[in-house]
């Protein structure tokens, strides 16, 4: 009883449910859209039909749903903890490379020298896979080293990072940095990662043709599922107890230090858990691309991450997804039709969105929404 009224005479919120009953609707329809309807849509309906979901958009929406994880990834520790990233493409594309390595040796005596070694190697005249391939034929280990890889490399730099309190600009300069020196890194051909070329020519996942609309659409509602559950995952840990402490630390870091917390193991959990969240997103990428490179890890890459948050609008976690929709489908149209001109748009939506809408689109809608209920 005592406890009640101390709570009550603080002011703090009681823990409200996961989601509102509307929300619980939303997601059910996702599911179904994702589970059910996308792929009858595919594989059901015939292609002469305009109700037919072609290959191209499956692969198109698989790709963006893998960029929406990564936004929501950037959500959480931008959005709820204040800390702004621009390496973040790193672990994307280190996850992308863990997979990349399985398919690459999945495709067997099948390459162009019909060798047991991936085509680069035997082209470099290399005679034995090096020790950081030693795993890649399991698909087991595959799924682990997917998050461990991303996981240990975000909580060294963290850790470092973190304890010597580099925050702001500062932080951000230096994520940037080690994407880079890891970009070049990689370009290397004696690294035994591909060099400029990356790896590519798939052939099989399990066992199974890699290139057939069946395994797209495994794929696609493999990327949905898996967004669904980071997003719910996301909802669950920013209204727990480990959720309302970042967002003190995004807030007033010095406060909260005074109250007794330590930020450094809260920041370093939520960074570590937003990269290995990105990690997931490059391995479900790979295979439906089909192509992995050290592109992936260019600095454009990891500002378009925080290009989607803040489209969408931060702090909400719907509104990275919603941005990463936007843009990257703009961004699918627009190099099409007028491919000179996506850079300068892609420049032009994020000061609009900087100077007029710090809330991001989600943020506007619900800024309407309110003042529409206002006037009703």
């Not at 034929?137 to 461990?148: E, M």
């Not at 880079?180 to 052939?203: S, W």
């Not at 936007?326 to 039709?337: C, E, F, H, M, R």
């Amino acid at each position: 009883m005592t406890t009640q009224v101390l709570t009550s005479a603080a002011g703090l919120p009681a823990k409200g449910p996961l989601l509102a009953r509307s929300g619980w609707g939303t997601i059910l329809v996702a599911l179904l859209v994702v589970c059910a309807v996308a792929p009858a849509l595919n594989l059901l309906v015939p292609e002469s039909s305009l109700f037919h979901l072609s290959d191209y958009l499956v692969g198109l929406l698989g790709k963006i749903m893998c960029y929406a994880i990564c936004a929501l990834a950037m959500d959480l520790i931008w959005g709820y903890t204040g800390i702004l990233s621009l390496g973040h493409g790193l672990f994307f594309a280190l996850g992308g490379y863990v997979m990349g390595m399985y398919l690459m040796r999945q495709i067997g005596r099948e390459g162009s020298y019909q060798s047991d070694l991936p085509d680069f190697m035997v082209f470099l005249d290399w005679k034995e896979l090096p020790w950081t391939w030693a795993l890649s034929d399991s698909f087991a280990a595959t799924l682990l080293l997917v998050v461990l890889v991303p996981g240990l490399v975000a909580f060294v730099f963290g850790y470092f990072a973190f304890r010597s309190r580099i925050k702001g600009v500062y932080f951000s300069i230096i994520t940037q940095a080690l994407t880079f020196a890891a970009m070049l890194l990689f370009f290397r051909n004696e690294t035994g990662f591909g060099g400029n070329n990356g790896f590519t020519d798939f052939k099989r996942l399990l066992g199974l043709p890699i290139a057939t609309q069946e395994m797209r659409m495994t794929l696609f509602v493999l990327t949905g599922l898996t967004l669904l559950g980071c997003y719910l995952f996301a909802r669950w840990l920013v209204s727990s107890k480990f959720g309302r402490v970042l967002q003190a630390i995004r807030d007033a870091e010095s406060r909260v230090m005074f109250c007794g917390y330590d930020p450094l193991p809260y920041k370093l959990t939520i960074w570590v858990i937003s990269a290995v969240m990105c990690g997931v997103a490059g391995a479900l990428y790979v295979p439906q691309v089909g192509i992995i490179n050290p592109g992936e890890m260019s600095a454009a890459n990891s500002i378009e991450i925080a290009v989607w948050a803040a489209v969408g609008g931060r702090a909400s976690l719907i509104g990275p997804i919603v941005g990463a929709f936007i843009v990257n489908g703009a961004k699918s149209w627009l190099t099409v039709t007028f491919p000179e001109f996506w850079l300068y748009c892609l420049g032009a939506l994020f000061i609009v969105v900087t100077l007029y809408l710090p809330q991001g689109v989600v943020g506007l809608v619900q800024k309407l929404r309110i003042k529409k209920g206002g006037q009703a």
